[in-house]
Every structure is written in C-alpha cells, then in structure tokens.
C-alpha cells in the first residue's frame, strides 16, 4: 500500500490552510500523480521480467483506475483480466510446423520449457496458440496459458519496484504542489 504520512498531510493543511479547498485538491493532485506514475511503471516492470510484446499487454490489461478528488482524497488502480494464451508470451513460435517441438516460457530471467507433447495451431477463427490433447485421442484439445496481468503485476520482481516509484513520485510532488497552489496554479480562484 502507497500512502501519504500524516507528517506530509500536516504540511499542507498547514501551509495551505487558509486557502479554501486547496489542502484537498493538493493531496488530490499528489495521489493521481502517484496512480500515473505506478500504472506506467508496472507496464515497465512487467516487460522486463515478461518476454511479452507492448502490443499484447496493451490488449490484454483491464486497468480500474479511481481517481482521487476534493471530496474524496482517497485513489486505488486495481488490475483485472484473463489468463493470456502462452503464445504471446512467445511470438516467435506462431511460424512453427506442426512437428517441431514447442519451446516456450513467461520470464525472461528462465530458459524456455520445451513441451513434449504440445503444438501450435491455427484455429478456424483465426486464433494462433500452443495446444496439448487432453487424452490420446485427436480431440478435445487444451490451449496453454500464461499468466494474467494482474498475477504479473503480483510478481516479486514487479510489485516492489511499481509502489517504490510511487511512494517517490508522492514525496516529490507534496512539495511541487505545494509550491504550484502557492504560485496560483491549482484551480484557486
């Protein structure tokens, strides 16, 4: 969890105290900087510890965002989504013939698995992805997926880095905009 201290709250309501509104909308202004700042930097995270393209995480995250406002100087970013086919994972593998063996992996940091059983498929809608049989007949078959982005987001290796810039861009910006309302630039009127 990303917060403000109750040192830096004190600091502009003091401050900004005789100013109508403004101790709120300052926050306000601090904690969206804060949910810009942690949304960009988990894309950042996830593809470098995910062989995943921009494209495809771009199609595949469900991004909640509440922003916070002069009545209600609270704001949360919660991310949602589905499973991503392991295909996208690697892209490189939608070319492959059906007889060669399936290689493929979600972290960039972790050599690829090869799968003995799976193959990669066209299906009649288009849709290209590793498949196993889920028995030894031809059919029913079963697609491989990755993660979601909300399980990457999670990862050890993303998580701490995305509220570590937050909780730095909340610092900073406490002083900025403070200095900002101070200069007449904040919605004062």
């Known amino acids: 969890m990303i917060e403000i201290t109750e040192r830096q709250i004190d600091r502009v309501s003091l401050i900004l105290d005789g100013l109508k509104n403004m101790p709120e909308t300052a926050l306000a202004n601090?904690?969206?900087?804060?949910l810009t700042t942690a949304r960009s930097e988990s894309d950042k995270g996830i593809r470098q510890t995910y062989?995943?393209?921009?494209?495809?995480?771009?199609?595949?995250?469900?991004?909640?965002?509440?922003?916070?406002?002069?009545?209600?100087?609270e704001g949360s970013l919660s991310y949602a989504g589905n499973l991503i086919p392991l295909i996208k994972f690697n892209p490189g593998l939608e070319?492959?013939?059906?007889?060669?063996?399936?290689?493929?992996?979600?972290?960039t940091r972790n050599p690829p698995t090869t799968f003995k059983d799976a193959f990669v498929a066209r299906m009649s809608?288009?849709?290209?992805?590793?498949?196993?049989?889920k028995g030894k007949e031809r059919f029913p078959i079963k697609e491989i997926m990755g993660s979601s982005i909300a399980h990457m987001v999670e990862n050890d290796?993303?998580?701490?880095?995305?509220?570590?810039?937050?909780?730095?861009?909340?610092d900073k910006r406490v002083e900025q905009e403070i200095t900002r309302i101070?200069?007449?630039?904040?919605?004062?009127?």
């Open 30 to 34: 601090v904690i969206n900087r804060a």
């Open 51 to 73: 062989s995943i393209r921009q494209a495809d995480l771009k199609n595949n995250r469900n991004i909640s965002v509440k922003n916070a406002g002069r009545s209600d100087v």
């Open 95 to 107: 070319g492959l013939t059906r007889r060669q063996k399936v290689q493929a992996r979600q972290l």
């Open 125 to 133: 809608n288009g849709h290209v992805g590793i498949f196993e049989r």
């Open 157 to 170: 290796d993303v998580w701490p880095a995305v509220e570590a810039a937050a909780q730095d861009t909340i």
């Open 182 to 189: 101070l200069n007449g630039y904040g919605g004062r009127r």
